[in-house]
């Protein structure tokens, strides 16, 4: 079934905005995309018609329990878990810092940590900091620049008994290149480690199934999929019941709860479940289950987000004096981001000229420091960051493409 993108358009009230007369174009989704109408109800009739904290008893408080719940289950759904392995917090960093801490308590020094060359700085300084403390080394995977992704011979190189854990992207937020979580997971447990995988910039654009991958955890953050901020981790239910994390006293001693530091932004959480239910509505599979519909749902935004970037490809392909930075193929693997650089111009020159324009992109390293200072542009500005999601029209991008082209050549 085909993304029916004018109806789910006319759902985004941030897709009205103009600039000088013209709407604007979103192509910062990889920082952050626009949310559809159900969202900003669903956040809008918690806080209108009374909420209270978990666990009262009495009916705003029974509305709290049951935002939990729905939202475990919704999130359980899209990642092909079970809701009781779902954990919220305020953000994927947030969630990391402290699943690293909770993790490290059992390592020592002599143990191992592989972080990769490739990833987005939060899932690499929680880890570093935690190895930092316990004494143990942390050792990365190298960056294939050819790609650019991660060296996956070379992060098997790394792999024996003394490493403890394997932190991997799934998808890179600068280059969108998707990486073989599958293999990374294979080898890591074939020495007994642990994969922790950001799943941030894979969410939005294709279908996950935690269990297919073979990963211990997943994590991913609501705002880059039509959503509000907030951040959601899965984890493996017998790990999640053997981990002991940092938390208050009082606090639920059992998991996922006993994960969740504080009050939960229990309105978010109610506008996450919506954020799903808008997922599983693109191109549902019959209604049968939300999980079908949303494996359907996401295969249909990964066909025609492909269409979108074999547009784009070739038609950056026809100008001169652009140099991408990415896996050439739209028909690859890889989502819709792109990071270009404009020969003569500095990045954030780029997406200022582009951004008075009314195309709003991204300049700089966008915390993936990692790659960008490996292949050596860190000290340059990084690179401009291009990045379609289902929403964005065949006409949008020429738009975009006529732009790059005046600057190229002007
Ligand atoms: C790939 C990737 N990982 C992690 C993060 C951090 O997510 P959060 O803002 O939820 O902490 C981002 C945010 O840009 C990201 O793009």
Known sequence: MPVPVSDLR???????????????????GPGGTQV???????????????????GGGFATSLVSDRVVADAR??????????????????????????MSRALSRAWQPGDRIVVTGLDHDANISPWVAAATDRGAEVVFAELDRRVPTVDLDHLESLLDR????????????????VVDVARVCRAAHSVGALVYVDGVHHTPHRPVDVGELGCDFYVCSGYKFFGPHVGVLWGR??????????????????PPDSFETGTLAFESLAGLTAAVDYLAGIAPDGGVDRRTDLVASMTAVASYERELGRRFLSGLGRFSGVRLYGPPDPDGERTPTFAIELEGWEPRAVAAELGRRGLFVWAGHYYAVEPMRRLGVLDRGGLVRIGFVHTTTVDEVDRLLEMLDALASG
């Open 36 to 54: 559809p109408d159900l969202v900003i109800e669903a956040i809008g009739s918690y806080l209108r018609d009374g909420g209270s904290n978990v």
């Open 10 to 28: 006319a759902r985004f009230p941030a897709y009205r905005r103009t600039l000088d007369g013209r709407p604007v174009v979103y192509l910062d």
């Open 237 to 254: 239910a017998d790990l999640l019941a053997e981990i002991t994390p940092y938390r208050v006293r009082p606090a639920p001693p059992d």
């Open 162 to 177: 003394r490493v403890r854990l394997v932190a991997v992207t799934h998808a890179s937020n600068a280059f969108g290149t």
């Open 73 to 98: 289950s919704a999130m359980a759904d899209l990642l092909g878990g079970r809701p009781e392995e779902i954990v919220f917090g305020p953000n994927m960093t947030t969630l990391t810092f402290g």
